[in-house]
């Protein structure tokens, strides 16, 4: 990985979807923090809109940012539902900003909302990691869990109750529902 400088509010770290950008000094909000780069591809050259990888940033429907490269550092951003950043995109120059909507804390991960057309495309068939989603699922799990065991106590309750019907009936006079002396 490219050397960083101390100067920088950010730095690349282990996230849980693999590699995240990480701020390392307090960003304020409306901050630029990193442009994202690359070589420029036109959609109307074949070989250049043939190009598939996950670091593609579309600028509109001719330009395209290829991200892939390596000294992008902005390319470790990871997608969240509920961001701190945004992309400020700028077609006419040919540039994408990512700048802070929030106070971004140090240690806190830097991330923005990759639009729907990545995330049905990319995230959606593998389910979105971003934190607010993963406590939504936690969430959903947990009321999930409650759902079960309260159906479990009452399907006990139900059982008792049968097995306590069952030993009245069992016990004494109620047996085969007739009551009578032996036959000698």
Known sequence: MPA???????????????LGLFATKPIKKGTRIIRYFGPILDSRIPEQDDIENKYLFELNGRWTIDGSVRKNLARYINH??????????????????????????????INYDYGTDYFKAYLKPIGCKCESCERKRKKLRAERAKVKAR?????????????SVKKKKLNGKHFAGKVGRAKA
């Open 80 to 109: 969240s539902c509920r961001p701190n950043a945004e992309s400020d995109v700028r077609p006419r120059e040919r540039k994408v900003f990512i700048r802070a909507i929030k106070n971004i804390e140090p240690g806190d991960e």
């Open 4 to 18: 960083i400088s101390s100067q920088k509010p950010y730095r690349v770290g282990r996230s849980k979807t693999g």
């Open 151 to 163: 159906t479990e106590r009452k399907a006990q309750k139900a059982g008792a109750k049968t097995a």
